[in-house]
């Protein structure tokens, strides 16, 4: 168990719809990322927020959104949902001190789009 | 750019041989190096990272891994491969810049024979 916990596990939803994907980072961890891991694509880096603030951004669609709550919980928003959205959201977080640290995986949270 | 190539997509070996998976990064200076695990229905587990320091590494499950500069490789190696080691590898870089975001391999598949 790393400590990182996402909700829900698994999400069934159609076309053109809205979700929301939500992430608890380890305790006394700052930075939550966000990735996305499909098929077509592999795993790839999504969002980065670093104590409520954005960070960094990778491969993110516009329809995508995220944010950090104070309590440093993340939420990662999908809109107008395409078949092809479907796929496993990993959240991951570290302490981030400025330097290379290990990140720690939630278990992940696996999209369906009928 | 960075980027991870893992040019083995699947690997077969019997329980007991040696196992060594391939990673080859590209980047421009020294970046830090991560193997990740993923058991099927899983999230990513971490083995092992180098940051800088003996280049050679060890990890969880008795697994290790040897940063080769000249070679920009990062291989995973194990002596003897049990059946409960089944499962997908990830070689991943981070990068020395603001961003702490990994970059990943498209992994390789492991499965044992028994």
């Known amino acids: 168990d790393s400590g990182v916990t996402q909700t829900p596990k698994h999400l069934i939803t159609a076309t053109g719809q809205r979700v929301t994907l939500r992430c608890s980072p380890r305790s006394g961890d700052l930075s939550v990322y966000w990735y996305q891991q499909s098929l077509d694509q592999g795993l790839q880096f999504l969002i980065q927020?670093?104590?409520?603030?954005?960070?960094a951004k990778g491969n993110i669609l516009e329809r995508f959104s995220a944010q950090q709550f104070p309590d440093l919980h993340s939420e990662l928003n999908l809109s107008s949902l395409e078949l092809g959205d479907s796929a496993l959201y990993f959240c991951a977080s570290s302490v981030d001190r400025g330097r290379a640290e290990t990140q720690y995986f939630g278990p992940g949270t696996r999209l369906l789009v009928l | 750019a960075q980027s991870v190539t893992q040019p083995d997509i699947h690997i077969t070996v019997s329980e007991g041989a040696s196992l060594e998976l391939r990673c080859n990064y590209s980047?421009?200076?020294?970046?830090?190096l991560f193997w990740y695990v993923q058991s099927p229905g899983q999230g990513l587990q971490l083995l092992l990272k180098y940051f800088s320091g003996d280049t050679l590494v060890q990890g969880i499950k008795g697994f290790e891994a040897e940063f080769k500069r000249s070679q920009s490789s990062f291989n995973l190696r194990k002596p003897s491969v049990h059946w409960s080691d089944a499962a997908e590898y990830f070689c991943a870089v981070g990068v020395r810049t603001g961003a702490n975001n990994l970059f990943f391999g498209t992994g390789t598949r492991l499965t044992v024979i028994p």
């Open positions: 927020y670093y104590n409520g603030e954005e960070r």
């Open positions: 980047y421009g200076a020294t970046p830090y």
